[in-house]
């Protein structure tokens, strides 16, 4: 089992920044992929930014890329998404997700194992 916990969110100014944090516990030595996902009331989870668990592999969705940034601490078991020039479309509910066991699949197209309870952000214009 793995247990994933996000923190960072919260209330900015459109133009803005943030970094999440999910902090990855429990069976890791398995894992491929920690994706970041979002989600509005009433709409679907979407796919935001992946990077596999071992290697230099980062994908982002194209209405993100240029501003945010997904990295990872090993060490310390860390996920982050920095999170720059915040516009109000970027608000949401964000969540990290952890796939184990390697799959034959582009990163984004990775569906996780195991999810967080998720984290507000919310971007004022």
Partial sequence: QVQLEESGGGLVQAGGSLRLSCRVSGRTLDLYVVN?????????????????WSGDSTYYVDSVKGRFTVSRDNAKNMVYLQMNILKPEDTARYYCGAKAGEVAKPLSAVEPDYWGQGTQVSVMS
């Fill in 36 to 52: 970041w996902f979002r989600q509005t009331p009433g709409k679907e989870r979407n796919f935001v930014a992946a990077i596999n």
